[in-house]
Antibody
């Protein structure tokens, strides 16, 4: 079955950087786009970024554009989120999710917590 | 870009039924949506895909108590025979090209 396992979270100071990873298994990773979605404490879900199956296309939410960068390594079945210039408002649980064009996000990871605090 | 609107909270008694609503913004009334359930402290779980026609396609293992329907720009999630484990946040999702949009979520309390 599909399994998505996020890692790389932690506590970082404002202005700092962090790289999240999401290891995928149970499906043909190289055929699927991937998304990152986040959830601030006590808040709802917010879509963050998307990467096409071959990495040729990337999309970002306005709130992270220019600071976050999504990438993938199909040889490692892993998608990454490089987060620079972190702000207190970036504090959230970050989930990766599998994409299928025109279909819902039907598989989610367990999430990883990022805390931005001085 | 579509916008999804959900009531912030709902409540219903154990064993009863509840109908949650997700409303698509003007000009997007034909969009397909999905419903997700998020139990306290857990990751979201995909429940179903729901078309404007009312056709739905449930995820693996989703109980028959969960059903979807549509009317115009409104998409509904009905939960019958409410159980204590149904107490959760429910989010609707839609998509436009490669971006995803979520409603604000409805917190369901089972009394």
């Amino acid at each position: 079955q599909v399994q998505l396992v996020e890692s790389g979270g932690g506590v970082v100071q404002p202005g700092g950087s962090l790289r999240l990873s999401c290891a995928a298994s149970g499906f043909t990773f190289s055929r699927h786009g991937m998304h990152w979605v986040r959830q601030a404490p006590g808040k709802g879900l917010e879509w963050v970024a998307f990467i096409r199956y071959d990495g040729s296309e990337k999309e970002y939410a306005d709130s992270v554009k220019g600071r976050f960068s999504i990438s993938r390594d199909n040889s490692r079945n892993t998608v990454y989120m490089q987060m620079n210039g972190l702000r207190i408002e970036d504090t959230a649980v970050y989930y990766c999710a599998k994409d299928l064009a025109g279909e819902p996000l039907d598989s989610w990871g367990q999430g990883v917590l990022v805390t931005v605090s001085s | 870009q579509p916008v999804l609107t959900q009531s912030s909270s709902a409540s219903a008694s154990l064993g009863s039924s509840v109908k949650l609503t997700c409303t698509l913004s003007s000009g997007h009334s034909t969009y397909i949506i999905a419903w997700h359930q998020q139990q306290p402290g857990k990751a979201p779980r995909y429940l179903m895909k729901l078309e404007g026609s009312g056709n739905s396609n449930k995820g693996s293992g989703v109980p028959d108590r969960f059903s979807g329907s549509s009317s115009g720009a409104d998409r509904y999630l009905t939960i019958s025979n409410l159980q204590s484990e149904d107490e959760a946040d429910y989010y609707c999702e839609t998509w436009d090209s490669n971006t995803r949009v979520f409603g604000g979520g409805t917190k369901l309390t089972v009394l």
